[in-house]
């Protein structure tokens, strides 16, 4: 299972380590967009009070994985402790996550089981329509993303990430002491949002897919050889006292052996 999971993680790693400059670039042109298009208008920058908020949840479809499952739970009730007094919905992408939530009646508008050994971007384009769905009908108010995000093999950090509603941040769209950079764009600027603000979307809730398939991955890796390590460990241990015992099974023999010749002499 560690060599399984050694195999799969390379190609995880890819994907997460790919998805991290487009997800960053494509934020820099959405934030440059809204600093130059004047009242920007879009249902997805509509900032209203938290009131009703999804969460999507991200863990594993398997165990076998240390506390990596474990940890997204942990970090799920907290999130839930810290808003205690909203509306909470969920929408978790994985079985281990969704069985943990349906067990504790947590409302679930929808489900994604069994697909992250084939995550792609069509998954990407479902999931991230349900979430503008519900955002721009005014279902929910603001859409969080919680996952782990991969370090290293050995390292794994849980992320909380809000996804809805899309603050622009001009700093972040401009070259650390410069000036900003003129951009010339060929659509009209509601027309650019529209294309734009979904993409963004969908990029969030892709990024996050791979960054935590590439994290269970990992924390599988590494589950897997102290499993190994320990078994080996432990086999060792039982060997050593089972030739404790043979060896005094066999002396015990022989001294009885000797006591009955001398008893007959």
Do not use: W
């Not at 670039?25 to 999804?54: C, D, F, G, M, Y």
């Not at 992250?116 to 979430?131: C, T």
């Not at 990024?207 to 599988?220: H, L, M």
Request: contains cysteine; charged residues 25%.
């Amino acid at each position: 299972m560690k060599f399984v999971a050694a195999a799969k993680l390379r190609r995880a790693q890819e994907n997460a380590l790919a998805a991290r400059p487009y997800a960053k670039q494509l934020t820099r042109v959405l934030q440059s967009a809204l600093l130059r298009i004047e009242n920007p208008q879009h249902p997805l920058l509509e900032r209203r009070e938290e009131k009703s908020v999804l969460a999507l949840v991200v863990s594993g479809d398997k165990g076998l994985c240390g506390a990596f499952n474990t940890n997204v739970l942990r970090r799920t009730l907290e999130f839930r402790s810290d808003r205690a007094s909203l509306t909470l919905h969920y929408l978790p992408i994985g079985k281990r996550g969704r069985d943990a939530l349906r067990k504790r009646k947590f409302e679930i508008v929808d489900e994604y089981v069994g697909v992250l050994s084939k995550a792609d971007r069509r998954l990407a384009q479902e999931v991230a329509a349900k979430v503008v769905e519900m955002y721009s009908a005014g279902k929910v108010d603001a859409v969080y993303a919680i996952f782990n995000e991969f370090r290293s093999v050995l390292v794994q950090r849980m992320i909380v990430q809000q996804i809805l509603p899309i603050a622009p941040d001009a700093a972040a769209s401009e070259p650390a002491g410069g000036s900003p950079v003129d951009y010339l764009y060929e659509q009209p600027g509601e027309e650019l949002l529209g294309k734009l603000l979904p993409r963004y979307v969908e990029t969030q809730v892709i990024r996050a897919i791979f960054e935590s398939v590439a994290a269970e991955n990992a924390a599988r890796m590494t589950a897997m050889d102290s499993a190994t390590n320990n078994a080996k460990e432990l086999i060792e241990k039982l060997t050593l006292h089972m030739n404790k015992v043979r060896q005094a099974a066999i002396t015990k023999e022989i001294i009885e052996v000797v006591s009955g010749a001398a008893s007959t002499a």
